[in-house]
Antibody, heavy 122, light 114 residues
Framework: EVQLVESGGGLVKPGGSLRLSCAAS????????MNWVRQAPGKGLEWVSS????????YYADSVKGRFTISRDNAKNSLYLQMNSLRAEDTAVYYC???????????????WGQGTLVTVSS | DIVMTQSPDSLAVSLGERATINCKSSQSVLYSSNNKNYLAWYQQKPGQPPKLLIYWASTRESGVPDRFSGSGSGTDFTLTISSLQAEDVAVYYCQQYYSTPLFTFGPGTKVDIK
């Protein structure tokens, strides 16, 4: 079964840092681009960042550029999101999701993990 | 960036009746070289992650009931639920993947039972 499981969320103060992880199983992780998508409480979906299968290509939404860093470890079938200088507006459920691309991120997102909640508050 | 809009924001439909959700992109997501529309639809039930329903604007994902259908081309798209079931209560999102990796989603349409 194809599965993505996020972890690492929690409560953090403004200006703080947090590292999210996403463990993949049931497919050849190293063959796919991966993404982080977030959803603020009661709001819609916002794409955050993408990374190609070999980490050669990395992209960020303007809202997180310079503060968040996406990475992956294909040997560990894991995706990461290092979040620094966190703000209240970063409060959201963070999902990892596989897209259809390999060399470059591309296509629809499937599957999605269950998500991990990040709360930025003093 | 391509901006996605959806209408209506919410709708309530009687069980067994048709539900229609519209999605509009600020520029065409039709790729002329392959004549494919780079648009997907997702369903999100409360407390759950989004689930892929349709890609290429009209291709149903495996296992998705055939009461769900997608149509449209260029900038205007529609998701239709032909006969609403109780389990279809959810928020539905469209997403363009034309301007990857700058993926963008619509704001969502909430579907309830009347």
């Amino acid at each position: 079964e194809v599965q993505l499981v996020e972890s690492g969320g929690g409560l953090v103060k403004p200006g703080g840092s947090l590292r999210l992880s996403c463990a993949a199983s049931g497919f050849t992780f190293s063959s796919y681009s991966m993404n982080w998508v977030r959803q603020a409480p009661g709001k819609g979906l916002e794409w955050v960042s993408s990374i190609s299968s070999s980490s050669s290509y990395i992209y960020y939404a303007d809202s997180v550029k310079g503060r968040f860093t996406i990475s992956r470890d294909n040997a560990k079938n894991s995706l990461y999101l290092q979040m620094n200088s966190l703000r209240a507006e970063d409060t959201a459920v963070y999902y990892c999701a596989r897209d259809q691309g390999s060399v470059l991120p591309w296509g629809w997102f499937d599957p999605w993990g269950q998500g991990t909640l990040v709360t930025v508050s003093s | 960036d391509i901006v996605m809009t959806q209408s209506p924001d919410s709708l309530a439909v009687s069980l067994g009746e048709r539900a229609t959700i519209n999605c509009k992109s600020s520029q065409s997501v039709l790729y002329s070289s392959n004549n494919k529309n780079y648009l997907a639809w997702y369903q999100q039930k409360p407390g759950q992650p989004p689930k892929l329903l349709i890609y290429w604007a009209s291709t149903r994902e495996s296992g998705v009931p055939d009461r769900f259908s997608g149509s449209g081309s260029g900038t205007d798209f529609t998701l239709t639920i032909s006969s609403l079931q109780a389990e279809d209560v959810a928020v539905y999102y469209c997403q363009q993947y034309y301007s990857t990796p700058l993926f963008t989603f619509g704001p969502g349409t909430k579907v309830d039972i009347k």
